[in-house]
Antibody
Framework: QVHLVESGGGVVQPGRSLRLSCEASGFTLSSYGMHWVRQAPGKGLEWVALISYDGTNKNYADSVKGRFTISRDNSKNTLYLQLNSLRADDTAMYYC??????????????WGQGTLVTVSS | EIVLTQSPATLSLSPGERATLSCRASQSVGTYLGWYQQKPGQAPRLLIYDASNRAAGVPARFSGSGSGTDFTLTISSLEPEDFAVYYCQQRSNWPPITFGQGTRLELK
């Protein structure tokens, strides 16, 4: 059974950093692309980043490009999102999602329950 | 960036009724359109991918149709557990992957 568990969220001051993790189980992480998607309180879904199965291809939303970095360690079955230079509008629930494919974007067929990031002074 | 516009914003129906949700793309996405369901406090769940394919475990009352710029998610006969927010998503022209703003399906 596919299981994704995010962690690392919390309250952080503007300009500071945070690293989110997503531990995967129940499938071979190294065979699939992985996404981060966020949802601000009471708002809709916003795609953040996608990483290919082997970590060689990474794509980002313009709103986070240059500040966030997606990475993965397949040997640890874990996906990461490094969040730097955080702003108030980065406040959101952050979800990791398994892609149905390996490299190019497909569909998020399994999602974690999310980890909440609050950026506030 | 492809903009997805969902309508209506809110749909009020009763169990047993038929629900029709729309998603319009600002330019053609072919059939690279998916639908997700999100219940309060839960993660999104993939319902439909590539416009008309049901994801694993999705009941047959959910169906998707359309191509190009106009798409529809139909729930043939609403069950109590179907009241939720529904999002469409495109993967035709990316990055970025984009979502619609959502349609809230509420109990009448």
């Amino acid at each position: 059974q596919v299981h994704l568990v995010e962690s690392g969220g919390g309250v952080v001051q503007p300009g500071r950093s945070l690293r989110l993790s997503c531990e995967a189980s129940g499938f071979t992480l190294s065979s699939y692309g992985m996404h981060w998607v966020r949802q601000a309180p009471g708002k809709g879904l916003e795609w953040v980043a996608l990483i290919s199965y082997d970590g060689t291809n990474k794509n980002y939303a313009d709103s986070v490009k240059g500040r966030f970095t997606i990475s993965r360690d397949n040997s640890k079955n874990t996906l990461y999102l490094q969040l730097n230079s955080l702003r108030a509008d980065d406040t959101a629930m952050y979800y990791c999602a398994k892609d149905m494919g390996m490299v190019a974007a497909s569909w998020g067929d399994y999602w974690g329950q999310g980890t909440l990031v609050t950026v506030s002074s | 960036e492809i903009v997805l516009t969902q309508s209506p914003a809110t749909l009020s129906l009763s169990p047993g009724e038929r629900a029709t949700l729309s998603c319009r793309a600002s330019q053609s996405v072919g059939t690279y359109l998916g639908w997700y369901q999100q219940k309060p406090g839960q993660a999104p769940r993939l319902l439909i991918y590539d416009a008309s394919n049901r994801a694993a475990g999705v009941p047959a009352r959910f169906s998707g149709s359309g191509s190009g710029t106009d798409f529809t998610l139909t729930i043939s006969s609403l069950e109590p557990e179907d009241f939720a927010v529904y999002y469409c998503q495109q993967r035709s022209n990316w990055p970025p992957i984009t979502f619609g703003q959502g349609t809230r399906l509420e109990l009448k």
